[in-house]
């Protein structure tokens, strides 16, 4: 093995979990804050142009769950078995499958984006689109479409960079494109007047230079895994076993999206635009907030899976159970402070009053369930990350899928506006008294460590 290859084995096998999920947990809480930061800063500077403006971010943003759900699928699946291969001293295997899994992300994402701008219109109406919401979101959806081969594949790098436990290299890149984002909004929706086009071509932008920025630290040999087409014909049949490990993220996005598409529909036929407009705001607030427990999380991920690779398995329920407590410790701040401003927040987006009267009580609901997340989350992390792929896929559908949308669908149907608004909460707390007792009994029958000795 390289001198890089070793240290690298040694920092992941060795160092105290503390410090080893903080130093990956840090850099990717910051990217995952900044990237929630810029679709914030779409929604705030849109709202300035009305609620059906501020409706359509909502609908394009699951659209762009689709999107993201295929390039988390292709990372997280590649990023796993990377850091097990590395775990085990392979590094020419996670070579093979870092390159298969940006290629598939390619193709994909191409297929998307001319599928999307040829049928755009029939897409939006079906993500939620009332009548006077549709133009703008037609109009921020184009540039998103047409990035999306760009946009897959920094999800793609980025999860494959956390993975090998350079968090760093991912901050930089995803903190540098949302930065970009936040400037480019005000500029090219108000100062050049496209309105809600700025704000999708905005968005474009920062994705493209958050995937060369990304891409130049592999082509820089930065990276213990190498991106090269050779690689590619070595195992084209590796692209199975990707998706197989991916599939929970596919699922948790992919559901995520039909669950907002559901979401959007069944606020504006009880709501109305502003019923839209809030729950958009809300779910951009909670999922800030949930940014931190998930960036947290994402530290956790190559911990767990290089150590349950190098069968070091006290230390993954070590890294478990830390990353537990301290999830449980910092989302409990911050929803302290999210319950006693919740008005103020939504009022901060959009200064309407019913958009505030109806996103105040969702918010209030939504900040509670947030005690549930921390377990659920590591949960499923856990299993997607240790190649545990049937549990991961089944706990990554329950939180926006098997639990919600039939809760959603109950709830609107009896008691209408407030269905929608309780609907997410209703099902997070559900979502871990199933997750709990599943994880607990994964880890108390991991067997006794069993690590290669000498080869590092």
């Not at 093995?1 to 910051?30: N, R, S």
């Not at 999107?67 to 392979?90: C, E, T, V, Y």
């Not at 400037?183 to 230079?209: E, H, K, Y």
């Not at 959009?350 to 209030?364: F, N, P, Q, W």
Request: glycine residues 10%; positive net charge; proline residues 3%.
């Amino acid at each position: 093995m390289k001198k890089q290859d070793i240290d690298q084995y040694k920092k992941m096998t060795t160092w105290p979990i503390p410090k080893l999920v903080i130093t990956l947990g840090i850099p990717t809480t910051i990217s995952m804050l900044v990237t929630n930061i810029y679709n914030m800063a779409d929604t705030y500077f849109v709202s300035e142009l009305g609620n059906s403006a501020s409706g359509a971010v909502g609908v394009v943003f699951g659209l762009m769950a689709i999107i993201q759900a295929f390039g988390f699928m292709f990372g997280h699946g590649a990023g796993s078995i990377i850091a097990r291969k590395l775990g085990q001293q392979d590094v020419h295997s996670a070579s093979v499958f870092a390159s298969l899994s940006i290629t598939a992300c390619f193709c994909v994402g191409m297929l998307i984006g001319v599928l999307g701008l040829i049928f755009i219109e029939p897409i939006m109406r079906l993500m939620g689109s009332t009548e006077t919401i549709l133009p703008y979101a037609k109009g921020y959806g184009i540039y998103i479409l047409i990035a999306s081969p760009v946009t897959m594949m920094s999800f793609a790098l980025n999860n494959i960079l956390r993975y090998e436990g350079k968090a760093f290299f991912f901050m930089i890149g995803l903190t540098i494109g949302g930065v970009l984002n936040i400037i480019g909004d005000p500029i090219l929706i108000f100062g050049l007047d496209m309105g809600i086009a700025g704000a999708g071509l905005s968005t474009a932008i920062s994705q493209l230079v958050s995937f060369l920025i990304l891409l130049s630290v592999f082509l820089r040999g930065k990276t213990l895994s190498k991106l090269h087409v050779k690689f590619i014909k070595e195992n084209p049949q590796g692209i199975f076993t990707i998706v197989a490990t991916g599939l929970p993220s596919l699922c948790r996005q992919g559901l995520s999206s039909i669950a907002t598409m559901l979401l959007n529909n069944l606020a504006g036929s009880v709501g109305g635009d502003a019923a839209v407009a809030a729950m958009s705001i809300v779910n951009k607030i909670t999922f800030f907030i949930f940014a931190v427990g998930l960036g947290i999380g994402q530290g956790f991920q190559p911990v767990a899976s290089f150590n349950y690779g190098a069968k070091f398995y006290s230390r993954v329920k070590k890294v478990f159970f830390f990353t537990f407590t301290i999830g449980e410790v910092i989302l409990g701040a911050f929803v302290v402070v999210g319950l006693i401003f919740s008005n103020h927040l939504i009022e901060l987006f959009r200064d309407d009053r019913m958009v505030i009267e109806i996103g105040t009580l969702s918010l209030k609901l939504q900040l509670l369930s947030l005690f549930f997340h921390p377990i659920t989350i590591c949960s499923n992390m856990l299993f997607q990350s240790i190649g545990e792929n049937k549990m991961a896929t089944f706990l990554s559908m329950l939180r926006s899928g098997i639990l919600f949308i039939p809760i959603l669908l109950l709830l609107t149907h009896f008691f209408g506006l407030f269905g929608v608004q309780s609907a997410q909460a209703i099902a997070d707390v559900f979502a871990f008294f199933i997750s709990a007792p599943l994880v607990l009994n994964f880890l108390r029958n991991l067997p006794v460590d069993q690590p290669k000795i000498g080869k590092a």
